[in-house]
DNA sequence: CCCTGCCTGCTG
DNA sequence: CAGCAGGCAGGG
């Protein structure tokens, strides 16, 4: 489920609660969530460690120790919390980080697409896929000329471009669609097609939109341990996402929901045109 | 480009 | 009940 906005929210809740914890037994339920090794020693290595930070990179979290990072990408339904250690326990808990402190960092996912990945700090990252990620939406690498290069030889659609973290890291199918709503571009243009001015106003609304979702997201810890990990604030701000056969909030003609390359997409068909 | 798999839960 | 879901990898 989480795009960057919810990784950053969630990246920006947990950390200070999990900086200077120190692990005392890692508990994994379903083997299948750790990508690296097998769960023994995911868990043994784990044992004495001290949370130093937490980072984010795309829709990648980094829990960084001692010797280690805990890279781990929550996917569809990938969750975490941290709990008091007698807080109950919710159905699909894969993994529970106990600090000595008696708090726990639980991972929770119904459909365990979610993966986490253990690496030795002075080791090279060439198995999770952050080194494949493009820029963040934040460098200021993305201009209209960066993104003139990167989708001048691209047959594909600039929402496919847009979903491909090869290219930008951290967008999903939800800003994909607000990010072209905004810029009044159709989803099914040829990304190679863009004007100039058309990038322009892209590479100013990827991070801006991208911006005002995640302050559109901020919860405090209390709050977002008594949604579980599950609300998103942001939501009631969104444009077309989820609003399929609604009024557009612009113009009022009905938003049209389509697919492209296997993902649905809403747009407007007065404000993005149609082909 | 397309398709499949990975999983469970929610919606119509 | 089928169909869909905000992600990604792998294969043809």
Redesign the pocket.
């Known amino acids: 489920?989480?795009?960057l906005p919810?990784v950053e929210m969630i990246k920006r809740v947990i950390e200070p609660q999990i900086v200077g914890q120190k692990i005392q037994k890692v508990l994994v339920n379903h083997p299948?969530v750790i990508a690296t090794s097998l769960p023994h020693v995911f868990c043994q290595s784990l044992i004495h460690e001290q949370i130093k930070s937490m980072s984010r990179r795309?829709?990648f979290l980094m829990i960084h120790t001692n010797r280690y990072h805990i890279t781990l990408?929550l996917?569809?339904?990938g969750r975490l919390l941290v709990t008091p250690a007698d807080y109950e326990m919710e159905?699909?808990t894969h993994i529970i980080f106990q600090f000595e402190s008696g708090k726990e960092l639980r991972f929770i996912d119904?459909?365990?697409?979610g993966r986490f990945w253990l690496l030795e700090k002075n080791e090279t990252d060439k198995i999770t896929?952050i080194h494949?990620l493009g820029p963040e939406p934040f460098d200021p690498i993305l201009t209209a000329e960066y993104l003139q290069t990167i989708f001048a030889r691209r047959?594909?659609?600039i929402k496919?471009c847009l979903?491909d973290?090869r290219l930008i890291a951290g967008?999903?199918?939800?800003y994909a669609d607000e990010i072209l709503f905004r810029i009044k571009i159709h989803p099914r243009r040829k990304a190679s097609s863009l004007s100039f001015p058309e990038l322009e106003r892209l590479a100013f609304e990827i991070p801006n939109a991208l911006h005002y979702y995640i302050d559109k997201n901020e919860i405090s810890e209390t709050d977002y341990l008594h949604g579980k990990g599950k609300d998103?604030r942001n939501?009631p701000y969104l444009n077309v996402?989820?609003h399929g056969g609604d009024p557009c909030p612009i113009c009022s003609q009905t938003l049209k929901k389509i697919v492209?390359?296997?993902?649905?997409s809403v747009y407007c068909p007065n404000c993005q045109g149609e082909i």
């Open positions: 489920m989480p795009e919810e299948q795309g829709k990408h996917r569809m339904t159905k699909h119904s459909r365990r697409f896929g494949k047959q594909k659609t496919e979903l973290q967008i999903g199918n939800i998103y939501t996402y989820g492209i390359g296997g993902r649905s």
